[in-house]
Protein backbone atom coordinates (compact mmCIF):
# COMPACT_ATOMS: atom_id res chain seq x y z
CA UNK A 1 0.00 0.00 0.00
CA UNK A 2 1.46 3.49 -0.87
CA UNK A 3 2.10 5.70 2.13
CA UNK A 4 0.80 8.55 0.20
CA UNK A 5 -1.82 7.67 -2.32
CA UNK A 6 -5.51 9.01 -1.64
CA UNK A 7 -8.27 8.60 -4.14
CA UNK A 8 -10.47 11.63 -3.41
CA UNK A 9 -14.26 11.38 -4.93
CA UNK A 10 -16.08 15.10 -5.36
CA UNK A 11 -17.99 16.17 -8.48
CA UNK A 12 -17.53 20.17 -8.06
CA UNK A 13 -14.62 20.73 -10.12
CA UNK A 14 -13.59 23.84 -8.10
CA UNK A 15 -13.57 21.76 -4.72
CA UNK A 16 -11.49 18.86 -6.73
CA UNK A 17 -9.12 21.08 -7.20
CA UNK A 18 -8.71 23.21 -3.98
CA UNK A 19 -8.28 19.75 -2.29
CA UNK A 20 -5.90 18.43 -4.71
CA UNK A 21 -3.71 21.59 -5.29
CA UNK A 22 -3.91 21.53 -1.17
CA UNK A 23 -3.14 18.34 -0.37
CA UNK A 24 -0.41 17.68 -3.06
CA UNK A 25 1.04 20.93 -1.74
CA UNK A 26 1.42 19.01 1.64
CA UNK A 27 2.73 15.88 0.24
CA UNK A 28 0.11 13.00 -1.10
CA UNK A 29 -0.55 12.18 -3.90
CA UNK A 30 -3.97 12.77 -5.13
CA UNK A 31 -5.79 10.68 -7.73
CA UNK A 32 -9.32 12.54 -8.63
CA UNK A 33 -12.17 11.07 -8.97
CA UNK A 34 -15.37 12.94 -10.54
CA UNK A 35 -18.06 10.86 -8.67
CA UNK A 36 -18.49 7.07 -7.05
CA UNK A 37 -18.25 5.12 -9.84
CA UNK A 38 -14.54 7.16 -11.25
CA UNK A 39 -13.52 6.37 -7.43
CA UNK A 40 -14.38 2.91 -7.42
CA UNK A 41 -12.21 2.33 -10.99
CA UNK A 42 -9.20 3.67 -9.41
CA UNK A 43 -9.87 1.20 -6.28
CA UNK A 44 -9.67 -1.81 -8.84
CA UNK A 45 -6.13 -0.46 -10.10
CA UNK A 46 -4.50 1.07 -6.51
CA UNK A 47 -4.64 0.08 -3.07
CA UNK A 48 -4.86 4.25 -1.50
CA UNK A 49 -3.53 4.97 2.03
CA UNK A 50 -7.01 6.40 2.55
CA UNK A 51 -10.29 7.64 0.58
CA UNK A 52 -11.82 10.80 0.66
CA UNK A 53 -15.77 11.09 0.12
CA UNK A 54 -18.26 13.80 -1.04
CA UNK A 55 -21.56 12.20 -0.44
CA UNK A 56 -23.72 14.03 -2.83
CA UNK A 57 -22.27 12.72 -5.81
CA UNK A 58 -24.20 11.59 -9.31
CA UNK A 59 -24.36 8.21 -10.99
CA UNK A 60 -23.59 7.02 -7.25
CA UNK A 61 -23.43 8.72 -3.93
CA UNK A 62 -20.68 8.60 -1.52
CA UNK A 63 -22.43 5.69 0.77
CA UNK A 64 -23.16 3.96 -1.23
CA UNK A 65 -19.30 4.39 -2.83
CA UNK A 66 -18.43 4.14 0.60
CA UNK A 67 -20.44 0.30 1.26
CA UNK A 68 -18.81 -0.94 -2.63
CA UNK A 69 -15.34 0.22 -1.72
CA UNK A 70 -15.22 -1.95 1.12
CA UNK A 71 -16.02 -4.93 -0.72
CA UNK A 72 -12.83 -3.99 -2.58
CA UNK A 73 -10.48 -2.73 0.41
CA UNK A 74 -10.14 -3.57 3.94
CA UNK A 75 -10.96 -1.80 7.10
CA UNK A 76 -7.16 -0.81 7.58
CA UNK A 77 -7.72 1.70 4.55
CA UNK A 78 -9.97 4.79 6.09
CA UNK A 79 -12.94 6.17 4.22
CA UNK A 80 -13.24 9.93 5.00
CA UNK A 81 -16.17 11.46 4.28
CA UNK A 82 -16.32 14.91 2.84
CA UNK A 83 -19.22 17.21 2.83
CA UNK A 84 -21.63 19.77 3.08
CA UNK A 85 -24.19 17.73 5.00
CA UNK A 86 -24.28 18.48 8.38
CA UNK A 87 -26.89 16.24 9.65
CA UNK A 88 -26.59 13.57 12.00
CA UNK A 89 -28.07 11.17 10.22
CA UNK A 90 -25.75 11.66 7.18
CA UNK A 91 -22.87 10.35 9.27
CA UNK A 92 -24.44 7.50 10.53
CA UNK A 93 -24.95 6.15 7.47
CA UNK A 94 -21.94 7.17 6.29
CA UNK A 95 -20.12 5.29 9.63
CA UNK A 96 -22.92 2.30 9.28
CA UNK A 97 -21.38 2.08 5.22
CA UNK A 98 -18.19 1.59 6.42
CA UNK A 99 -16.70 4.90 6.72
CA UNK A 100 -14.42 5.89 9.35
CA UNK A 101 -14.75 9.83 9.75
CA UNK A 102 -16.37 12.85 8.55
CA UNK A 103 -15.50 16.08 7.66
CA UNK A 104 -17.47 19.15 6.83
CA UNK A 105 -16.24 21.49 3.90
CA UNK A 106 -16.80 23.83 5.82
CA UNK A 107 -13.97 23.62 7.82
CA UNK A 108 -10.88 24.85 6.90
CA UNK A 109 -8.16 23.56 5.06
CA UNK A 110 -5.86 23.33 7.62
CA UNK A 111 -8.62 21.00 9.93
CA UNK A 112 -8.58 18.85 6.37
CA UNK A 113 -4.90 18.10 6.53
CA UNK A 114 -5.04 17.26 10.12
CA UNK A 115 -7.73 14.98 9.81
CA UNK A 116 -5.96 13.56 6.21
CA UNK A 117 -2.60 13.22 8.51
CA UNK A 118 -3.87 11.49 11.35
CA UNK A 119 -5.86 8.69 9.26
CA UNK A 120 -2.83 8.38 6.90
CA UNK A 121 -0.93 7.93 10.06
CA UNK A 122 0.23 4.61 11.65
CA UNK A 123 -1.97 4.68 14.27
CA UNK A 124 -5.22 4.90 12.63
CA UNK A 125 -4.51 2.18 11.00
CA UNK A 126 -5.19 0.42 13.75
CA UNK A 127 -8.18 1.78 15.20
CA UNK A 128 -10.21 2.67 12.67
CA UNK A 129 -12.31 0.14 13.10
CA UNK A 130 -12.73 0.66 16.92
CA UNK A 131 -13.15 4.27 16.63
CA UNK A 132 -15.94 3.46 13.98
CA UNK A 133 -18.17 1.07 16.23
CA UNK A 134 -17.79 3.33 19.23
CA UNK A 135 -19.16 5.96 17.16
CA UNK A 136 -21.76 4.18 16.38
CA UNK A 137 -22.46 2.80 19.94
CA UNK A 138 -22.66 6.84 20.90
CA UNK A 139 -25.18 7.46 18.25
CA UNK A 140 -26.99 4.77 18.48
CA UNK A 141 -27.54 5.54 22.63
CA UNK A 142 -28.06 8.70 21.78
CA UNK A 143 -31.36 7.83 19.48
CA UNK A 144 -32.49 5.87 22.45
CA UNK A 145 -32.56 8.85 25.09
Known sequence: MSTKII???????????????????????????????????????????????????PDLDGIETCRRARAIIDYKTPIVF?????????????????????????????????RVSYWTGPLARSKSERRRNKALEEMRAAAEI
Not at 18 to 23: A, E, I, Q, R, V
Open 82 to 114: LSLLDDAEYVKDGLEAGGDDYILKTSSLEVLLE
Open 7 to 57: ILAEDDPKHRRMYTDYLSANGFNIMAAANGLEALNLLHRVQPRMVLLDIIM
